[in-house]
């Protein structure tokens, strides 16, 4: 498969809907979701065909329909000055309470506690950290965020109710008591009149690669996302950058994983003497962080956890070895609406993105593949739509407290 970057700048508010069960007010999604892409694509290719006939070995069925379809990455809010892959700050990130943010003049920086909490369970103790910067208060530190030479920088999308007031269609007047509100995405940055960017990408075979990028290309002025269309809303302009081979850094990331792991251990037993477990040398630890929300099944039911059983299935691995030592994950609800079909779809119970879980195996060889083709296809169902896309190692969990970035 080949990786088409996507750099999609708003030119008007994206009224990227979101509504939980049972409510009945507006929200928006604070990112662009694959399938929003997906479907915007897929309504474009069609609307160039009359008939729209799609058959078995056509293009369009492979790219949507097939059995290796094209996965479509969620698109997530960059910095403009920044031009690096926008990653989702794991669920073990704090900041201070106060001061939240990225370390710099006005704040006291972030810091990650998954191998703290490890350590201090391994030698009976409670983490309990405060903030480095004024010893206050920490909360967590949730959003997107990207790294360039070292230096970590977060980003996120204002949104806004844009009111409207309903049309009596047989006169073609403003009807009376009929207002209503619609939140969407601002399309600048309020402070800098910056236009917003959003950078996502699409995974695809390697035969249709090409077509694909040269499509969008073609049509990066005429797509539209989200809803509201026919109103002025969800107008866009996509670069689609010219398709590469996809590049898997997920061994060495494992390798660095482990040497922090190892480190940090070290500084604990200095410190705290002799734990009430050690820590085998046999074994390779190694973490899933989820940068989507992801549709996990466990015995037909939905879960919030990979449990081992559902990885070694997932991957194909039978490994023995295989533990699972914690998960810090919580859930949520997403739904949408098929334009093919012309209905809304069902409402799927998901595990948040930024979830962590943290494994080990005493078989390393058997992984090495594996830990590559899940960052590549994903974990759980309805991938190609953007869900369950993952991180092997996410570098943030190496970001302890005293050098919180």
């Known amino acids: 498969m080949q990786k088409i970057d996507l750099e999609i700048q708003a030119l008007s508010p994206l009224a990227i809907g979101r ?5 009945n007010v507006s929200e928006v999604e604070k990112y662009i979701p694959g399938s929003v892409i997906r479907g915007a694509i897929a309504s474009q290719i069609l609307n160039q065909v009359h008939p729209p006939i799609i058959s078995d070995d056509d293009d369009f069925h492979k790219l949507f ?3 290796n379809p094209a996965i479509f990455k969620n698109a997530y809010p960059a910095k403009n000055t920044i031009n690096s892959e926008v990653r989702v700050i794991p669920a073990t990130a704090l900041s201070s309470k106060a001061k939240s943010g990225f370390k710099s003049e006005k704040t006291y920086g972030a810091f990650d506690t998954l191998i703290d909490y490890f350590c201090a369970d391994r030698y009976g103790y ?32 204002n949104s806004r109710l844009l009111t409207r007031v309903g049309i009596n269609r047989r ?36 035969d249709l690669a090409l077509s694909l990028q040269q499509f969008i290309q073609s049509h990066r002025d005429n797509l539209r996302l989200g809803g509201a269309g ?35 251990w070290h500084e604990w037993s200095e410190i705290f003497g002799t734990p009430l477990e050690t820590l085998p040398k046999n074994r390779t630890y190694f973490t899933i962080d989820l940068q989507a929300d992801a549709i996990l099944t466990d015995n037909w039911q939905r879960t919030t956890v990979i449990s081992t059983k559902m990885l070694q299935e997932f991957t194909k691995i039978d490994d023995d070895s295989l533990q699972l030592h914690t998960a810090y994950s919580s859930y949520d609800y997403r739904s949408g609406w098929n334009s093919a079909w012309g209905l809304m779809k069902d409402i799927e119970l998901v595990t948040s993105k930024g ?9 390393q060889h058997l992984w090495l593949q594996a830990w590559e083709n899940l960052e590549i296809y994903g974990i759980g169902d309805r991938t190609s739509e953007g869900f369950g896309q993952v991180q092997i190692c996410n570098e943030f969990h190496s970001v302890f407290r005293e050098k919180a970035k």
């Open 230 to 264: 026919s109103r002025g809303l969800g107008k866009v302009k996509i670069t689609a950058n010219t398709p590469v081979a996809i590049q898997s850094n997920a061994i060495n990331q494992v390798a660095e994983f482990n040497q922090k792991l190892h480190q940090r």
């Open 19 to 23: 509504q939980k069960p049972g409510g």
């Open 65 to 67: 329909l097939g059995d």
């Open 171 to 206: 006169r073609a007047t403003s009807e009376e008591r009929v207002l209503y509100s619609i939140a969407v995405l601002n399309e600048s940055q309020q402070k800098k009149q910056q236009p917003v960017i959003y950078r996502g990408a699409v995974l695809v075979n390697d």
């Open 126 to 157: 409670i983490y309990d950290p405060n903030c480095p910067g004024d010893g206050g208060r920490l909360d967590t530190f949730t959003g997107f965020y990207s790294q360039q030479n070292g230096k970590y920088d977060n980003s996120s999308i």
């Open 355 to 363: 979830s962590v879980y943290l494994f080990s195996t005493e078989n």
